[in-house]
């Protein structure tokens, strides 16, 4: 007799590859021919690749199991690894400006995560504002191509903050796969 679990059946949309996320033709992130050239495209692609990753493994989920918690006591969910993430770019963007702090999105303490509640509109919100952090940070640096390049109060060049930006969102990635995996069994790189 086979025993009930409340452990989700793995599972992939991949045929080709079955450990990967999606078959090659269908994956956002595949690429036909050479790699980048240079320093500063290479950063650039892998950058773009975390962060369609991170929004791949949140695709097809409702509110509930965006805000669905991973482990007591941890308050990560996917919607909270969405808000952490816009929260990091804000306060990339302060480290990188010469004006006063822009305050942060979601409070001190956790509150990225703690907010991370099961309500369309909170979604909605987390999506526009890693978005709209993204591309703010991504403007004030597309206007320093220099790596070396030292930037606002904190004179943190740009290459360390691109590398910093790549390290936080394939660390997050790893986390995403675990939660939804933890969701509904979904699983791929």
Known sequence: MA????????????TVYPDMWADPDDDPRHREGDGPDGELATLLEFQTDYRTTLLMK?????????????VPPSTMSLLG?????????????NWISD????????????????????DQAVVD?????LAREQAEVDA????HPD???RLGRERIAVRE???HRIEEYARHCGHADLLRECVDGRVGQ
Not at 5 to 14: E, I, K, L, V
């Open 3 to 14: 025993r009930m679990s409340d452990r989700p059946a793995r599972w992939t949309q991949a």
């Open 58 to 70: 949140c695709e097809g989920l409702d509110p509930e199991q965006m805000a669905r918690r991973s």
């Open 81 to 93: 690894l969405i808000r952490h993430l816009a929260e990091v770019e804000r306060d990339w963007r």
């Open 99 to 118: 004006d006063e702090p822009l305050p942060t999105l979601y409070g001190e303490d956790d509150g990225d995560f703690d907010g991370a509640v099961a």
């Open 125 to 129: 919100e987390a999506y526009s504002a």
């Open 140 to 143: 004030v640096l597309a206007e």
């Open 147 to 149: 790596l070396g390049e």
């Open 161 to 163: 903050l691109m590398v």
